[in-house]
Nanobody
Framework: QVQLAESGGGLVQPGGSLRLSCAASGRIFGPNNMAWYRQAPGKQRELVATITSGGFTTYVDSVKGRFTISRDNAKNTVYLQMNNLKPEDTAVYYC??????????WGQGTQVTVSS
């Protein structure tokens, strides 16, 4: 069973920074893509950033220039560096990994709150 362990969430002031981490364990077959999603109360879940097994990245427009997704393949870990945080970034953040078994695996979510 693949499990994703998330960490790094918390409460920060506007303009502050956080780094989220998500470490995958278990049997992941073949190259995997990873992503971060977020969901604010009353809103749909939103794709924030993706990174392929080869390191190609994409971002939703609202975080471009502020967030950076990266990965450490040796550790099966994906990171989300979040700078210049805004109140509208407040959400539960979920990591995801694809797998060669054709399943997607989700983390349990970590709360990010940006407030003064």
């Amino acid at each position: 069973q693949v499990q994703l362990a998330e960490s790094g969430g918390g409460l920060v002031q506007p303009g502050g920074s956080l780094r989220l981490s998500c470490a995958a364990s278990g049997r992941i077959f073949g190259p995997n893509n990873m992503a971060w999603y977020r969901q604010a109360p009353g809103k749909q879940r939103e794709l924030v950033a993706t990174i392929t097994s080869g390191g190609f990245t994409t971002y939703v427009d609202s975080v471009k220039g502020r967030f950076t997704i990266s990965r450490d393949n040796a550790k099966n870990t994906v990171y989300l560096q979040m700078n210049n945080l805004k109140p509208e970034d407040t959400a539960v953040y979920y990591c995801l990994t694809t797998s060669g078994d054709r399943n997607n695996y989700w983390g349990q979510g970590t709360q990010v709150t940006v407030s003064s």
